[in-house]
């Protein structure tokens, strides 16, 4: 996975001269797509497994909570959520089969519930819907979701594109206790044909909420994708040697095969949900 911290991370090799392996590899590889060939597809290499099963389970998660937030959200608008000037934001929690998005407001200096509404299935169930004037308390995970967001975002560099989302995870150990929270901070369009593939970023949070941990940039610049180009989806990474959270999200949110060139390992990625895959490049087929 990637290293820590929002900087520029050095690698050991020539960055030109991998790059230019890479760039020669898609050069085939979008000509073969072109010609609409069927790719071979590889199984994952045991040495990236590890590193490629979490970064789907991850991106899973970021996937289901950012859709889950969104479709309430539209649904929320259209009963004039936005026109009350208390709202802060919202997090998405996980209550039994449903997620629960929990818009947070000022009631009289303190955070609290307004409304709450349940996705289930990636549909709002519109029998759901709460709305509490006075305010509702946070429940305590609630609560530390909601800090954790705060704070990530306090941290958060300029995002690409037109804003940019949070989606909170927290972490448990195995005997289910918190450890502490994943902050996902996703930047984002509007424009239906572009793909957003730069300024998402990753920030952990002490359990606490107090100190950031850590954080994580997937990318060095603000690289977009056009789907509506004819051609393979095509980008490069150069901060890790296998697909990270962001690739398994933005898959699934535009429902696209990616394919992800790994400058630190020349490997072609297939990227098509939460399926990974190896292509073999053109010399080696």
């Known amino acids: ?105 000022d009631v009289s200096g303190k955070m609290q519930a307004l409304y709450t509404i349940d996705v289930k299935e990636g549909k709002v169930d519109p029998q759901t819907y709460q709305s509490f004037e006075s305010g509702k308390a946070l429940s305590k995970m609630q609560q530390g979701m909601w800090n954790a967001r705060q704070l990530a975002l306090s941290s958060a560099p300029a995002p690409c594109g037109e804003g940019m989302n949070s989606v909170v995870l927290p972490m448990n150990a195995g005997d289910g206790t918190l450890q502490g929270y994943f902050v996902y901070l996703l930047s984002a369009t509007t424009d239906p044909n572009i793909i957003q593939m730069g300024g998402h970023h990753r920030v952990q949070i002490a359990r606490d909420t107090e100190r950031i941990l850590g954080s994580v940039s997937f990318t060095n610049t603000c690289i977009t994708l056009d789907k509506s180009q004819n051609g393979p989806l095509l980008v490069t990474h150069s901060l890790a040697p296998t697909p990270e959270e962001p690739h398994i ?9 990616l394919f992800v060139a790994t400058v630190e390992n020349d490997l072609i990625w297939s990227v098509a949900g939460l399926d990974l895959a190896i292509i073999p490049r053109q010399k080696d087929q």
């Open 1 to 105: 996975m990637a290293k820590e911290g929002f900087a520029v991370r050095q690698f050991v090799k020539s960055i030109t001269q991998v790059t230019a392996l890479i760039l020669c590899s898609l050069v085939g590889f979008a000509a073969a797509a072109s010609e609409h060939e069927s790719f071979e597809r590889l199984e994952v290499p045991a040495q990236y497994r590890n590193a490629v099963g979490s970064a789907v389970s991850l991106g899973f998660i970021v996937f289901q909570k950012d859709f889950a937030a969104a479709t309430a959200t539209d649904e929320m608008a259209t009963r004039g959520l936005f026109e009350d000037k208390r709202l802060r934001g919202w997090v998405t929690d996980r209550v039994g089969e449903v997620w629960r998005v929990v818009y947070i407001g």
């Open 249 to 257: 999200f933005l898959s699934l949110l535009h429902d696209r095969e």
